[in-house]
């Protein structure tokens, strides 16, 4: 039996092959992108979980409201040298752990 997350996980895939035909990637899409992969960029690492921790630190009462908070955020993300440092580390110590593990599974030791 399916259960609601499911339903709801379907919803989606068809939204996106609606709105995005054949250019969408995700689990059911036309381009599968596998779960923690190691070539993720920067982004998937270290900016995505910082971004929304600071967006969602006010409170956001609508689609437009949260539009212009993401934007404002990625604004003060882009001019602050420290993050841009934080990532490129990212990047370099999830480098150098799978090189350590041969290519092989490493996210455990993150």
């Known amino acids: 039996m399916m259960g609601p997350l499911h339903n709801t996980s379907k919803q989606v895939n068809e939204y996106l092959h ?7 990637i995700g689990r059911g899409g036309p381009y599968t992108w596998p779960a923690r992969s190691p070539d993720l960029p ?3 690492f270290h900016h995505w979980g910082y971004m929304k921790s600071l967006v969602y630190k006010k409170k956001v009462n609508n689609r437009e409201e949260l539009i212009q908070e993401i934007k404002e955020t990625a604004r003060v ?7 841009v440092t ?9 480098a ?3 090189i350590a593990a041969q290519s092989g599974h490493f996210e455990q030791h993150l």
Do not use: A, M, S
Request: glycine share 6%; with cysteine; proline share 10%.
């Open 18 to 24: 609606q709105e995005f035909p054949g250019r969408w």
């Open 42 to 44: 920067p982004l998937g």
């Open 77 to 83: 993300i882009k001019n602050n040298p420290t993050v």
């Open 86 to 94: 934080k990532v490129i580390q990212t990047v370099l110590d999830r």
């Open 96 to 98: 150098r752990k799978c």
